[in-house]
T-cell receptor, first 113, second 110 residues
Framework: GENVEQHPSTLSVQEGDSAVIKCTYS??????FPWYKQELGKRPQLIID?????GEKKDQRIAVTLNKTAKHFSLHITETQPEDSAVYFC????????????FGQGTRLTINP | NAGVTQTPKFQVLKTGQSMTLQCAQD?????MSWYRQDPGMGLRLIHY???????DQGEVPNGYNVSRSTTEDFPLRLLSAAPSQTSVYFC?????????FGSGTRLTVV
């Protein structure tokens, strides 16, 4: 089955700097890669996603890149703000079949003022 | 739309007790899943369903049962609670990949 590895497990950046979180996946048939943000005590919330026919997607300060050949994808947050502090999860899914969503282990991002 | 609704929000059980965690969605989503989240760990898939009447096991199914008699409801049953099942449980539903999560049930087994 699919296995998703996520790095780093913790990340601390200065406010205004950029943050990058990286994930690798094992199943070459996976074709949908969402990113979730989870604030303390809250539910995971989808912040951006990318499909395998696209190499990059941007939404304001966040962007996701996908390298299908290397089977890795990354989340980029620019001009970080205190409200970006949270745990971020990457995930992978294959549309064909059961659409099981498999998560990485999470990255705790802390933005220092 | 209420989205994905989970009840209860909090529950304390004694070892050996059984209970059902409720999950309902009003978005007519085919796909539904149950995850557990332990401190410092990610979200691990317990069971999932691809439609009414169809369920399957995820990576950590032992000690849990599910059923899906309707599109809307996907209850999770703990057969005989153990302290190792202390966790936060999330239900999620999806139409095409973008899963929406419920607010979670925080379960403590003493």
């Amino acid at each position: 089955g699919e296995n998703v590895e996520q790095h780093p497990s913790t990340l601390s950046v200065q406010e205004g700097d950029s943050a990058v979180i990286k994930c690798t996946y094992s199943d070459s048939a996976s074709n949908y890669f969402p990113w979730y943000k989870q604030e303390l005590g809250k539910r995971p919330q989808l912040i951006i996603d990318i499909r395998s026919n696209v190499g990059e997607k941007k939404d304001q300060r966040i962007a996701v890149t996908l390298n299908k050949t290397a089977k890795h994808f990354s989340l980029h947050i620019t001009e970080t703000q205190p409200e970006d502090s949270a745990v971020y999860f990457c995930a992978a899914l294959r549309y064909q079949g059961a659409q099981k969503l498999v998560f990485g282990q999470g990255t705790r991002l802390t933005i220092n003022p | 739309n209420a989205g994905v609704t989970q009840t209860p929000k909090f529950q304390v059980l004694k070892t050996g007790q059984s209970m059902t965690l409720q999950c309902a969605q009003d978005m007519n989503h085919e796909y539904m899943s149950w995850y557990r989240q332990d401190p410092g760990m990610g979200l691990r898939l317990i069971h999932y369903s691809v439609g009414a009447g169809i369920t399957d096991q995820g990576e950590v199914p032992n000690g849990y049962n599910v059923s899906r008699s309707t599109t809307e409801d996907f209850p999770l049953r703990l057969l005989s609670a153990a302290p190792s099942q202390t966790s936060v449980y999330f239900c999620a539903s999806s139409y095409r990949g973008g899963y929406t999560f419920g607010s979670g049930t925080r379960l403590t087994v003493v």
